[in-house]
Every structure is written in C-alpha cells, then in structure tokens.
C-alpha cells in the first residue's frame, strides 16, 4: 500500500488521471491547467450544470460500501440530474477531501469506479481537487451537460391533467440499504471477522444501493418516441417529495393510484421482512435514481408502448389536492417524508 503524503497533491492527481482520454468534441482541454477548456458554440445548445456533494457518515458508511461502487455510484447521481433536464451529461470535475486512514490504492479503486461510469455514459473527467481532510472521505462533483434549446425540461412546467409517469420501479435502493444496515449491527454486535452477511437471493436490492444506474435509456427512448415531458426530476429523494416539489414549483395538484406504482418483487418481500409498509417504502424510499416526469393526456399512448415507463396517475387544477387513491378507495394525502439533507 502506497501513502498519499509520499505521491502529495499534483502526483496523486497525476496518477490518477494519467490514462484519461477526451472524447466529446465540447472539451476541448481538460485535466492539467488551471481550468477546463470546454466549447459550447454550436447553435441551440445550452450548458446545463449540476453539483453533488457526498459526505462520509452522511451519504455513505464504507463498513459496506465497496470504494469503486461509491466511485460509480457518485458519477450516476450527476448524471441523473442532467438526465432530469433532458439532457446529456458531458464533463464533470472531481474534488477530494481524504483523510490519512486512506492508501493510494484506495483512491485508485474510487476513481476505477468514476472511470467506468464515465465510459458506460460517454462522460469526460476534465478536472478537479484534492485536499487533506480531518473527518474521512468527501467526494464533490460538478457535472457539466448540453441540452438542446426548446427541449429543456424544467421542474415548473406541468400542466393540469397531465399525466404522471415513473420509470422502473421504487423503493428497492431503500430495502437494500436496510439490509446493509441491518448486517452490519449484527457484524457490530458479534465483532467477528469471520461473520457472513445474509444476502442470498438479495443482489438487486443491493446492486440499487451500491451501484444505482442514470436512466439514459429512457431518455433516449422519449427522444426516439418524440416525447418531450412538461416537467421531470429524478427520484433521488423519494416519489413523494419529488412530486410534491413538481407540483409546488408548477402550481398544479396531483393524484397517483397506489396499484400503479410500479414496485419490484424483492422489494415486496424484503419490506414484508421487515415489516414495513410496502406503499411507504415506495413513496419515501429515496435513492432510486428513476425519472418522475409529467406528460400531455394526448401522449398516453405513446408512453404506454415505451418499456419500463408506467404512468401512475395525473395533474390537477387544485394545488391543495395531492393525493394517494388506494384500492379501496380512501385517498390518502401525500407529505414529503424523504430523505432530506439536514
């Protein structure tokens, strides 16, 4: 194992990006100078720019979290935002904050993970910083996309009696951090090192926690079904604040149908485990990185043929109305109990 002291600053970042390679025509210089050189002439094209900060102890416990998942996992959620807004993700700049518990080969893996996520998204990795820190690992990344002007989706442009649509399915990046969590105060309590955890026949519910996936597909596939949405966000929060959010910010109401919230098998059974509430674990869950967007009625049909897209009920005029219409008929009203940062 090789000390970070013994590289210091511009050697670790050297090393670290030493085999980076340019591939979007917009980045035009990237790791080496003071600043990225990024050209974003091309007429209709507009810069969308997100910035995400992931502390350890807040965002992530590394007792089980693999430092190349968190690499990964810390590219996708940048990606996600630029997703949200309709557009593509293109650069991003890398800053650190390592404490001395950390080798340069822990670094090394951290950064494989960003790299590779880089790649499966065409993305480039043009800068960045690196810094001493007294309280373990914090990752900031600022991601730079490109939209295309008039196909920009904002978060307060829904319209009454638009659709509302997910992709994929919720709340199983929730069960898989209860599962980690619930193995590590059993590896806590018995101080074992020989202690196993018990995930047979859980690995999608991890794989949504550890190494979450920025839904570029469904994007693509609105953009080939000329599909552009009245408003989105991702779900990194919970459906619940999310929509609560689109419906503040757009000056609308809404009401979703609890039997259409698209839910994955192991989520159901791994909530039922636990005893929890499998409605509540998909409206507050958080952390699924789906895409919560909303869409003329016209467009129904359309958005039915899109695999993985399921629209889970629609808009109102009435901006107090925001409810949850269960099977039985009773409507339950939405609060936003999600993940929040403070």
């Not at 202690?195 to 519910?205: H, R, V």
């Given at each position: ?117 880089c790649e499966r998204h065409n993305v480039d990795i ?98 080939k079904a000329g599909i552009v949405p009245t408003a ?111």
């Open positions: 194992m090789s000390e970070i002291s013994k590289l210091g600053e511009f050697g670790l970042i050297d090393h670290l990006t030493e085999d980076i390679k340019l591939n979007n025509a917009s980045s035009v210089k990237g790791v080496g100078d003071d600043a990225a050189i990024l050209d974003y002439t091309k007429n209709g094209v507009r810069v969308l720019v997100t910035t995400d900060l992931l502390l350890e102890g807040v965002h992530f416990d590394l007792t089980y979290t693999p430092l190349k998942h968190l690499g990964y996992k810390a590219a996708m959620v940048n990606f996600s935002d630029i997703y949200a807004m309709n557009g593509r993700p293109k650069q991003i700049t890398v800053s650190l904050g390592v404490s001395g518990k950390f080798q340069t080969e822990d670094i090394e893996e951290l950064y494989e993970g960003l790299k590779l996520a043009v800068g960045g910083d690196t810094s001493a820190s007294a309280t373990g690992l914090t990752i900031s990344i600022t991601c730079i996309g490109e939209g295309e002007e008039g196909k920009i989706v904002c978060r307060n442009t829904a319209k009454p009696n638009d659709l509302i649509c997910v992709s994929g399915n919720l709340g199983a990046a929730y069960m898989g951090l209860q599962l980690l969590e619930r193995e590590k105060k059993v590896f806590d309590k018995s101080g074992r090192d020989e202690m196993q955890p018990d995930f047979a026949g859980k690995e999608y519910l991890l794989e949504r926690q550890l190494k979450p996936e920025a839904r570029k597909d469904i994007i693509e596939a609105l953009d989105m966000m991702d779900i990194s929060d919970g459906l619940s604040s999310e929509l609560m959010h689109i419906c503040k910010q757009s000056g609308v109401g809404c009401r979703i149908y609890e039997e259409k919230i698209p839910v994955d098998y192991q989520t159901a059974i791994q909530a039922e485990e636990f005893n929890m509430n499998l409605m509540t674990v998909a409206l507050n869950g958080g952390e699924d990185y789906e895409l919560l967007f909303t869409a003329p009625v016209s467009l129904h049909e359309k958005i039915n043929e899109i695999k993985g897209i399921k629209v889970i009920g629609y808009t109102t005029a009435d901006t107090n109305e925001k409810v949850l219409v269960t099977p039985e008929g009773p409507e339950i009203a939405l609060k936003a109990q999600g993940w929040t940062g403070f």
